[in-house]
């Protein structure tokens, strides 16, 4: 029994080896569609450009920033940080809050943001063209293998009719109707 499950998968895995799967144009664009590291490069760099927009306008928004300081000392001491001497330092400790607005930059920022939107919009066109030269290779190399396919094809053909021609000649020559030379060009050609 397991003989025979064992000749049966060969079977099946000697008749799925002889004949390769059958891939479509469309099936071949759709995975390069997928796979194709140009495109999630351009994809990726387009999406970065959207948050350069934003950076662009950044400066139009309020800025709040902060900053805490503190000094101790040992009581009695005569020295302090930075070399200060004084006979009265004391531990003191400091706070600072800073916000600031932008009122006006003369257009500066607004030409920033446009400029931003435009190197998103050309990043955004980037990907659509590479989409385009990505389906244009794959149809060129979907054709490319078809023509070889075809050329195989042909060479087969051409091959088996020689082979043929050659049976005939030697059957005439076994009958005398054809000389040995017939045959023997026949055999150069196969």
């Not at 071949?28 to 927009?53: D, H, K, M, W």
């Not at 400091?94 to 446009?114: E, H, K, N, P, W």
């Not at 020559?173 to 150069?188: C, F, H, Q």
């Amino acid at each position: 029994m397991r003989a025979r499950y064992a000749c049966l998968a060969s079977f099946v895995c000697a008749v799925s080896w002889a004949q390769p799967p059958v891939l479509t144009l469309a099936q071949a664009q759709q995975t390069a569609l997928q796979n194709q590291p140009r495109i999630a490069s351009a994809s990726l760099e387009a999406q970065a450009s959207g948050f350069a927009v934003q950076e662009a306008r950044a400066p139009l928004y309020p800025t709040l920033s902060g900053n805490v300081t503190g000094v101790g000392t040992e009581h009695g001491s005569v020295l302090s940080a930075g070399a200060v001497t004084t006979s009265s330092i004391y531990s003191r400790g400091a706070v600072g809050v800073v916000a600031s607005q932008l009122i006006t930059d003369f257009g500066r920022t607004g030409s920033l943001v446009s400029s931003a939107r435009l190197r998103s919009a050309a990043r955004n066109e980037n990907v659509v063209n590479t989409r385009a030269e990505v389906l244009i290779e794959v149809q060129e190399a979907y054709y490319q293998a078809l023509a070889a396919l075809a050329v195989q094809k042909v060479a087969q053909a051409t091959l088996d009719l020689r082979r043929l021609t050659l049976r005939q000649v030697s059957a005439l020559a076994a009958s005398a109707l054809r000389s040995k030379v017939d045959v023997k060009i026949g055999r150069a050609h196969v």
